[in-house]
């Protein structure tokens, strides 16, 4: 992570009384430069999520930062009136400009957010109630924003679950290997050639479009300290138009494993159903209400064809030469998409097993 920026001015630009005490990196996305700032307000200490959007990923960073404005004043007012309702939504502070963002004078674009105490994420599950609860608390994000007036949000990345785009964004990495990495990496690029017919098929079922996270890895909610309760949904960044399912798939792509996303020993990786049934339940319990018939037959599907897209993502960005994810060592995308792929394997053999558990739910 880049962490040569000046956190004092760039926080002194929002509106946060008093003096700034210090500013950490913090958090493991893969996108974004996040930091925990602490000020210190009369002798209060304070603190604030800062946020340096990558804006070479989000060539919009002013409209999608409007969209984060829209939704997160869309869910305040929703919340309010709930026990805790300061913690159950991500609240910006404005900047002194009056804007809920700000330009640094190199052209970067930041945000900063209250800081959520007394809850943190998890970036591998621990029992399957944090499953439920997870997968409850982004059921709740899809309803309570499904009457966000219009217009349609922006789509920050066109195409972001496009699997088809992905696949060809594959093979177009494969066919320039500007890297020369194509070779090494023969066998996971043969898996994902070999499975183009599940490109397409969530795009041909007649799902409705609908207001959705579209990034909704476990390490995206944050799960309260003390009661266990999926408390906020974070990282509002590809919160856009998309199908139920893309979040209902990434869900399970992070969570019914017990090995982290880049884990070397594929041995480990493995398809705990116990967490898938959690998922399904949690998240039936928030979006059963509203989800069509076929929303709900492709449940089970939905988990294999986006873990198999991230794979595709992690793959062709190992060839491109590692421009989009952050990476910490040599070939860990490659690690990423072979763990993907491991996963997408044992989603295949299980699928009849996750389809039936999902038909009893009701
Ligand atoms: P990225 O896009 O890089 O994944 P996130 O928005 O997910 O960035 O933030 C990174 C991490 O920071 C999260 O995993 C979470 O642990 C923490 N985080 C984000 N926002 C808040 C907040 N408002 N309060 C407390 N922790 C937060
Ligand atoms: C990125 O920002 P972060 O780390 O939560 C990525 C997701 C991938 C994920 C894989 C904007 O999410 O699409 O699924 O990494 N976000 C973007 O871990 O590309
Ligand atoms: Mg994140």
Known sequence: MTTNYDLSAVTHAFQIPGQFVTAAPYGSGHINDSFSVEYDDAGRRARYLVQRINHRIFTDPIGLMQNIERVTV??????????????????????????????????????????????RSYDVVESPEQAF????????????????????LL????????????????ERALAADAV?????????LDFALARRSITSVLLE??????????????NNVLIDDTTGEGVCVIDLDTVMPGLALYDFGDMVRTTVSPAAEDERDLSRVALQMPMFEALARGYLASAGSFLTAAERQLLAFSGRVITFEIGLRFLADHLNGDTYFKVHREGHNLDRARTQFRLVELLEQEQPRMEKLVESLG
């Open 74 to 119: 869309h869910l305040a007012a929703k919340v309010a009136g709930q026990p805790d309702s300061g913690r159950r939504v991500l609240s910006l502070l404005p900047a002194r400009t009056g804007l809920a963002w700000h330009v640094d004078a190199d052209g970067n674009t930041w945000r900063a957010y209250h800081f959520i105490s007394g809850a």
């Open 133 to 152: 609860q997870a997968a409850r608390a982004f059921g709740q994000f899809q309803s309570l924003l499904a009457d966000l007036p219009a217009p349609p």
């Open 155 to 170: 789509e920050t990345i066109p195409g972001f679950h496009h699997t088809p785009t992905r696949f060809a964004q594959l």
């Open 180 to 188: 020369g990495r194509a070779a090494s990496a023969r066998r996971e």
């Open 205 to 218: 079922a007649g799902l409705p479009s609908r207001v959705t996270h579209n990034d909704t890895k476990l």
